[in-house]
């Protein structure tokens, strides 16, 4: 541990941008945990669907009655979304719970419940963090903010290649797109890039490449702190 505060990086970016399989791969290049914000998000939606399938009766009540089930459990690299001490990892990426998340991220109490549970990690392991207003709201003082962009059409892409594991045709990238598109309205108070952040557009570039780009920023900010 290089100071009293462990060290954070912090990278924002709107829905299929990339930033959760970028956020694991750079931790994985320096050794820091990674710390994916919207797993918990997910798995607060995953327990309230168990209750209340109808997205219309959630109330933030509902949602945080059913929060106490979940944790995070440390792995080597990351940590693992557990609910009622399962491994979550696959359940919290139905079409259910992605239909129903950005809803539930919405809601000021589960906000709060999801930052404290990152604020109390970051006390324990260096992080790279990813999700919505990171470094505005969560982590203004992280040493390195990043935040990425796509253009829709091929975040819209890289969704559905993910998901199907194929090829996907232009009509399911434009369906799709449209969808990504009004969750970007109803995510843009949080999705919102501080003004120290490093802007990044993927479009263009391999995954390989973005991951290589924040390592090397990473490995900077971590030599600066330690001068």
Do not use: C
């Amino acid at each position: 541990m290089r100071t009293a505060t462990r060290f954070v990086i912090a990278i924002d970016g709107p829905a299929a941008s990339g930033k959760s399989s970028t956020a694991q791969w750079v931790a994985e290049q320096i050794g820091f945990h990674h710390v994916d914000s919207g797993a918990l998000y997910r798995a607060a939606t995953a327990v309230t669907i168990e209750v209340e399938p109808n997205p219309d009766r959630w109330t933030e009540a509902l949602v945080m009655e059913h929060t106490g089930s979940i944790t995070l459990a440390p792995s080597r690299t990351s940590f693992v979304p557990m609910i009622a001490g399962l491994d979550a990892s696959a359940v919290i990426r139905s079409p259910a719970v992605t239909r129903g998340v950005s809803l539930v991220a919405q809601m000021p109490a589960v906000r709060a419940w999801v930052n404290a549970h990152l604020h109390a990690v970051s006390q324990i392991h260096d992080i790279v963090v990813d999700g919505r207003d990171m470094g505005t709201v969560v982590f203004p003082n992280a040493a390195l903010k990043i935040f990425l962009i796509a253009d829709p059409w091929e975040r819209a892409r890289r969704r559905l290649v993910q998901s199907l594991s194929r090829r996907p045709t232009d009509a399911e990238i434009a369906e799709e797109t449209d969808a990504l598109v009004r969750r970007d309205a109803r995510d843009a108070m949080q999705t919102v890039q501080a003004k120290d952040a490093i802007l990044i557009d993927t479009t263009t570039l391999t995954q390989s490449e973005q991951v290589a780009r924040i390592v090397a920023l990473a490995e900077a900010a971590i030599d600066r702190a330690s001068a």
